[in-house]
């Protein structure tokens, strides 16, 4: 199971498709792109407006610990739909993401913030995470944000930012086995010592 490349491909699926009215722009408005940071990522040779993600951390979530062996209410990517499946001891986390918002108009990064405040964003109470890899629906949490900054980048050009602080639930699972059916019952009984 590939834990956290499934989160991080689910984060920047839900971002994606926002667009904001322009009068340069097609009627459809003008697409906002969405992209992971990479070492190498240059705010000046960028086309705004545009949405950042990064990974922050990934902390251990303790509130959500159990021990023992749990049966899941999903399906592990990559094991059989139709069976029911147990995990030992699966180890609950948060994978914390910073989400910025990069606009050259004011209006832009308001629009965007607008949008990323309704349900199927980042909304700050109802928010969620599709994950289709094991058809999960994952609980999303608005940790920070959003939060108004204003600068330039490195040519000097005015820049409007908002950052938001995110965090997803995940679980990582070591030992997962499928539940086998039962057989056969045996009704009968009887006395031990005699």
Request: charged content about 25%; aromatic content about 8%.
């Amino acid at each position: 199971m590939p834990w956290i490349v499934n989160e991080d491909a689910a984060v920047k699926a839900k971002l994606q498709g926002i667009h904001v009215k322009d009068t340069n722009a097609p009627v459809a408005g003008l697409p906002v792109d969405v992209r992971f940071r990479l070492p190498e990522h240059e705010l000046a040779t960028a086309t705004y407006p545009l949405i950042v993600i990064e990974r922050s951390r990934i902390a251990h979530d303790s509130e959500r610990e159990h021990r023992g062996v749990v049966e899941l209410s999903y399906t592990p990517e990559g094991y059989d739909p139709a069976s029911s499946y147990l995990a030992t001891d699966p180890i609950p986390y948060l994978i914390e993401y910073q989400v910025t918002v990069y606009a050259r108009k004011q209006r832009h990064a308001a629009s965007i913030v607008q949008t990323l405040s309704s349900r199927d964003y980042l909304h700050p109470r109802w928010a969620y995470l599709e994950v289709p890899e094991d058809g999960t629906i994952r609980r999303l949490e608005l940790a920070g944000g959003p939060e108004f900054n204003d600068g330039r980048d490195s040519d000097g050009k005015r820049l409007w930012q908002v950052d938001y602080l995110i965090q997803v639930s995940s679980e990582l699972l070591d030992e997962i086995s499928e539940i086998t059916p039962v057989e056969t019952v045996v009704l009968t009984t009887e006395t031990l010592g005699q």
